[in-house]
Structure formats: C-alpha cells, structure tokens
C-alpha cells in the first residue's frame, strides 16, 4: 500500500479544501492592492492548477489567478512573489502537457533567480520542479537532487519549517523509490527535527511512516503510525486529508484480516470524500472496497449501484479514475456471473492505466485482479501471465500481503498446468512471507495496538458520557425544583383564592361607592382635558409666534442688508465702502442665526457646525479669496443657545474677515499667494469649549499692539469674549491665532451681550 500515491500532493506542503477556497475568495474581495493580496492569488491559482485532472477550465481560473499575482508582484517589484508566480504558470503548462518546455522553463527561472540574488524564490522553485518531476518521473536522481538543493538553501535562510518539509519530501521520494530503510530513517529524522520546533501538523509525517511499515510487512508499526496520524489529525483540527487517512488506515485494517474494522474507516473516507464533491483517485479506490464488502454479502447489485450513483454524482476526469471505475464495475459483473462484461472492464482498466504511464499501486492490483478473474474462468494461461506480470513491478507498490497472495494463486495455476516445481517455489515464498507477516508476536502486536486505541476511544466516550450524565443529572434536579415549585405554587394559589373571594366581597360593597366618586372624577378629568388642551393651543401658538418673529427679524436684517448694499452705490470713498461691506458682514451674520432658528426644530437652540459654515461660505462668496488660499474647518457639533450664539458668529465674522483681507497680501509681480485659515471648534469638557481662528499670514502691521490696539474689529472681539465670560487670547506666532474659551451653558439675562 502506497499511500502517497492516492492523495494530490500540493508543491507547498499542505492541500486546501473548497471551504478554504470559499473564505480566500471572501479575503480577495475586500483586501487592498498589495503584498497581502498576493499569497491570496498564488493559494487560489494553486487550488485550480492541482485539482485531479488536466480540465481546461481549472487550468484556465489558476492562471488567471496566478496571471493576477504575477502582474501585482511586477507592480509591488517583489521578486520572490514574481518568481513564485512564474514557477506555478510553469507548472500549469506542464499540467497542460507541455513537459519539455516546462522543463526549459523551470532552468530558466532557477538561473533568473540566482542572476537576481533571490534565494528564496530559487529552493521554492527546486521544491516544486521536484514535486513534479515526481509525479511523472520514475527517474528521481533529479528529483531527490532539486529537494536537497531547496532543503539546503531553506537552511542558510533560517527557515526551518520550510526546511523540514523539504525533507519530508525526499522521505516520501524514498518511499516512491521502493528504499524503504532510507525512507523510515528519513521521516523519523523529520518527525524529530518537527517536534524540536513545536510543529503541530505532525499526521502528514506519520502517514508517510505508516506507508513504510505496511510496504516493510510491519503491520503493527505501519498501523501505529496510522493511528498516532489520526489522533495528530484530530488533536490540531487539521482535517483536509481525513479522507485520505481514513482511507489508508482501512487498508491495514483490510490486509491483516480485520474486515469489519476495514470497512468502518473505509466508509469515513468515502462520507468525507463525497464532502468534498471532487473527482479524485482515492475516492472511487474506497469506493471499490466496500463494493467488495457488499459482493461479499451477497449483495452485488447494491454494489453495482453505489459505483454507478457516485459516478454520476461526481464524473471523473483523469485516466487513473477512468481505469479504478472500470475496476469496481469489473468486481460487480464478475459477481453478477457476467463473465463478458467482466472481461470487458478489466481490459478496459488495464488500458486505462498503461496510458497513464506510471506503474502504481493500482496498476498493479490491476493485474492481479484479472490474474484472478482468468483462474476462476479456468483460463489458466492467461491467469498465469498477469499474475506474473503483477510480480514484476519494481519497486513493489503493493504490500507484501498482496505479494503473498499473488504467489498462493501462481502456485494454484502452476499446479493446474503441472508445472509443480514452479508451483512449489511459488508456495514456498507464499508460506515465507505468511510466516514472517502473521507470525505469533506481530499478531499480538497488532492486537495490543488496537485494544490499546479502542481503549482511548473508550475512556473518551466515557468521560463524555459521563458529562452527558452530569448534565442529565442537572436537569433532572432542575425539574424536581420546578415541579416543587408548582405544587407550593398551586398550595399558594389556592389560599389566595380564598382571600381574593373574602376580599371580592368587600369590594364589591365599596365599588359602589367609588363608582360615584369616579363619576365625579370623570367630570373633573373632563374640566382637566379642556384646561390641558387650551394650554396645548397656546402653547402652538406661542411657537408659531417665535417661529415668525425669527422670521421677520431675519427679513428685517436682511432688508438693512439691502440698504447698506444700495448705499454703497452711491459711495466713492474706499474706506466708507469698507465700513458698509463690514457692517453688511455683521449684520449677515445675525441674520443666519435667526434663519437657522426659525428653520430648526428647537428655537433656542443653533447647531453651530452648520452656523459657521454657512458664515464661511458666505463670506467666501463676499470676498472670493484665490484657490491658493485654503480655508480648513474643524467643527464639533455643539449646540449653543441664540444669546451664545449670536456674540460667537460676530467674532469669526469680524476674525475670518480680517484673514481674508489682510493676512495674505499679493506681492508685486505675483498672482498667487499660498495660506490657510482654520477654525477650530471644540469641547474641552463639559462645562468648556474653545474656538481658534488662525492663519499663517502675515500677521498684524508692525507697531500694532493688540491689548491697546482701538481698531473697531478687535475692540469688538474683546467686548463680545468679556460679555459672553470668555477667556481671550491672541498671539502672532506665524501668522495670527484667535483663542476663545467660554461655557456653552446658557448665561443670565445680566450677561447678555449688549447692542453695538
């Protein structure tokens, strides 16, 4: 039994299931342009570009996603990324059929890497080329030469993980290779260097040391390693491969004669293969073992019908799956006294595998089989040349159980023909290999091993049991105190019925006199309603006259608006036309609180990040500042009261205006002139807020002091801070910067800024 050779294996270590496929796609949809998006890329190129098969349609998504990769690394210059992008493009030509060029291709990329000093892209690129070589190859001098390269170069980077797994693969290549001793001495050297550096996923190792004991005829040390596999496999949560191992551990089950074991695994594996609806070798090789379970049972047609319904449900498509189909349906025609039929799908599957080109497990038994088939057919000739054909795989794929088999059924057919030397060297290697495989102490081994296992499974099964209990117990102490409680409930109730029919008797003695008193209530309550609606009115009505008077005041404003405006048309003067413009500011400025007041849902309340944007645009629009000039806002939304608000908009009225005009003044011979004004409005706590209005213009003109300073402008923000209880700082540090502190609470009538 050769394990390995059932399963895809991934040139990056381990495979991925549709589910992981399904969260990359969720990862790629809402990740960003960069290096994180590419091993994304390159995990689901790599998905499509494995699958069993050589569909052009998985060949064709893998390139596009490795396509994808290839084109973000050249972007990011990445030159690993680059380089691993490239290796897997070569490997899916090579899928396509294009071997020698993918060769051509590989050589290049390892001397591009080592042009580029890019270490890491060079043992990734070796692995890989040594994956595939592999797996179409039975020269592995290349193979074994391009992991030890990658094992080597992996080392000098310090990355040991990566290491180790390269020889990994060089232990599974011995075993591919038939050197069995180098193989298990190999894979016990990395399972040790795994366990120095904590690796968990040790069940991949342990499968492969399995293979060994079960190709070496140790069945208690290949079935020890199968179940330290599963129970690595389970501890982690790494169950990608359970199919493949469920599968494996079968097999020992199968060939040492533990039946009913065997089949119990083997129906794991095909309920977690079928999971994965994917095509694959070792899917329809289970499926072919519990078909002969139920030939055994007498059961063909039911065998029959389990090979045609997977078919169906999941198509092969490659010609190792083609050629273990026409093996199952061989089994069933066989069975089904088909002898046509039969003889029919077992050349069919021998045709199937010699164009695979690579002798294997499978191809092997193939012969076997139809050695088999032709002996009970009489047909001894023909019996004899496939069971020998069966005999010279080299190295043996197949255990040294079904070496053993094969040599009782030569001694069967020599016999029959009267070859008896023949026939008796034949039972003598048959009865050496029974000796050496089933001898006393490997059968108790295999049985310790096993009571050993059930042992475990059963002291797991009991301590869940007994939570199971522990928890039956609780609920059964949960309803005898909730079935307590309804009888002391039920007790209860009936002493309250008959304190609630004494008490029914009292009342209804007294309801007739408080049905009097509610009529009395009621009419009151009627007198009340009215009041409340009366107050309900005028209180609307209050409401609309505040609303109105916002409004007519915000008209008002805007009409001493329109007359300033006109007045300036009749004015020369520059410093009177200053002096209307800025009183139209201010009056603006009044005029958009009361507009925010009567357009709000509170009256006395104004939504200050909203006031001062629209006192910015405004008078943007009234002085048109160049675009170099950048106006920067930073506004928490504070809520002030009409009487805060009102002094607030005057001082950036008057602060932002003077910015505008006078902070950043055109030089002789320039068109642009670069600045930035910012206003800042921000809590400090609760009881505190600060407002900063600042540039970094020129500044004020030289000899202007700002704490004797008479100009109408500062004189008015000095005035409007001292009323609104503000602390007022200004200072000239590049440029000009307004502070303001004050309390947004609501001041008292006293505090009220006065009229200017």
């Known amino acids: 039994m050769l394990a390995i050779g059932l399963q895809t294996v991934l040139a990056d270590?381990?495979?991925?299931?549709?589910?992981q496929v399904n969260r990359l796609l969720d990862q790629l949809r809402t990740s960003q342009p960069n290096e994180n998006r590419l091993p994304i890329l390159l995990e689901l190129g790599k998905f499509h570009i494995y699958k069993p098969g050589e569909s052009k349609i998985d060949l064709d998504s893998g390139r596009t996603y490795l396509l994808q990769a290839k084109k973000l690394s050249d972007s990011l210059h990445l030159v690993t990324w680059q380089h691993d992008a490239e290796s897997m493009l070569v490997i899916a030509d090579m899928e396509g059929g294009n071997n020698q060029l993918g060769r051509a291709r590989f050589a290049q990329l390892i001397r591009d890497c080592q042009q580029k000093g890019d270490r890491m892209g060079e043992a990734n690129t070796r692995f890989r080329l040594g994956v595939w070589l592999r797996n179409v190859d039975s020269d592995y001098r290349p193979v074994f030469a391009n992991f030890r390269q990658a094992a080597a170069i992996y080392k000098s980077l310090r990355k040991p993980e990566k290491e180790i797994l390269a020889l990994k693969e060089i232990g599974d290549t011995y075993l591919y290779a038939g050197k069995l001793d180098s193989a298990e001495a190999t894979l016990l050297h990395v399972v040790k260097r795994y366990k120095s550096i904590r690796y968990p996923n040790l069940h991949y190792t342990y499968n492969s040391l399995s293979s060994v004991g079960t190709l070496k005829g140790d069945y208690a040390k290949g079935l020890r390693y199968a179940l330290l596999c599963i129970d690595s496999m389970h501890k982690t949560g790494d169950t990608i491969s359970a199919a493949a191992f469920y599968g494996d551990l079968g097999r020992i089950y199968d060939e040492t004669g533990n039946h009913r074991k065997a089949i119990e695994w083997f129906k794991k594996s095909l309920a977690k293969w079928r999971q994965e609806k994917l095509p694959n070798f070792a899917l329809f090789n289970t499926a072919g073992f519990i078909a002969k379970d139920l030939i055994a049972q007498k059961k063909p047609r039911e065998a029959l019908r389990l090979i045609e319904k997977l078919v169906q449900e999941i198509p092969t498509n490659t010609v190792i799956q083609k050629a273990c189909v026409a093996q199952n349906l061989a089994y069933c025609y066989d069975a089904l006294h088909n002898p046509r039929l039969a003889e029919q799908y077992y050349k069919e599957t021998l045709t199937w595998y010699a164009k695979n080109g690579l002798d294997f497990e499978a191809s092997q038994q193939a012969?076997?089989?139809?050695?088999?088939f032709y002996f009970e057919q009489k047909d001894f000739r023909k019996a004899g040349f496939h069971l020998e054909k069966a005999l010279s795989f080299f190295p043996q794929k197949n255990s040294l159980s079904t070496i053993k088999d094969i040599h009782l059924l030569l001694f069967k057919v020599d016999s029959a023909q009267g070859k008896y030397v023949e026939a008796i060297r034949h039972f003598?290697?048959?009865?050496?290999?029974?000796?050496?495989?089933?001898?006393?102490?490997?059968?108790?081994?295999?049985?310790?091993?096993?009571?050993?296992?059930?042992?475990?499974?059963?002291?797991?099964?009991i301590a869940l049991l007994r939570k199971q209990s522990s928890l039956q117990q609780i609920e059964l102490a949960h309803e005898k105190t909730t079935r307590n409680g309804f009888i002391a409930g039920a007790i209860l109730l009936a002493g309250l019925l008959g304190v609630s029919y004494n008490q029914y008797r009292l009342k209804k003695r007294s309801n007739q006199l408080l049905e009097a008193k509610q009529a009395e209530i009621n009419q009151k309550n009627s007198s009340l309603e009215q009041v409340l609606g009366e107050k309900e009115r005028l209180l609307d009505e209050k409401e609309w006259m505040l609303r109105e008077i916002h409004h007519r005041v915000k008209n008002n404003l805007q009409v001493i608006t329109s007359l300033l405006n006109a007045q300036s048309d009749f004015l020369d003067d520059s410093t009177a036309l200053t002096a209307i413009k800025d009183s139209q500011n201010r009056v603006q400025a009044m005029a958009l609180i009361h507009q925010k007041l009567y357009q709000s849902d509170k009256l006395d309340q104004v939504n200050m990040a909203e006031f001062i944007e629209e006192i910015v645009d405004y008078l943007k629009e009234s002085f048109s500042p160049p675009n170099s000039v950048r106006i920067v806002l930073e506004l928490a939304p504070i809520q002030l009261d009409v009487t805060m608000a009102t002094p607030i908009g005057l001082i950036i009225n008057e602060a932002f205006t003077n910015a505008l005009k006078y902070a950043f003044p055109q030089k002789a011979g320039s068109t642009h002139h670069f600045g930035t004004i910012q206003i800042k409005l921000q809590p400090l706590n609760d009881q505190l807020c600060r407002l900063v209005i600042s540039d970094d213009g020129v500044g004020l003109p030289d000899g202007l002091h700002v704490e004797n300073s008479a100009t109408l402008g500062l004189t008015m923000i000095r005035g409007l801070s001292q009323q609104i209880?503000?602390?007022l700082q200004i200072s000239q540090n590049e440029g000009l910067q307004i502070w303001l502190e004050f309390s947004p609470v609501k001041r008292t009538e006293r505090n009220l800024p006065k009229s200017f």
Do not use: V, W
């Not at 381990?14 to 589910?19: A, G, V």
């Open 13 to 19: 270590g381990q495979p991925i299931n549709r589910q």
């Open 367 to 372: 012969e076997q089989d139809i050695g088999t």
């Open 428 to 461: 003598r290697m048959h009865k050496a290999l029974n000796d050496s495989l089933f001898n006393e102490t490997k059968s108790k081994q295999i049985t310790s091993l096993q009571i050993n296992y059930d042992t475990r499974q059963k002291e797991q099964d």
């Open 725 to 727: 209880g503000g602390k």
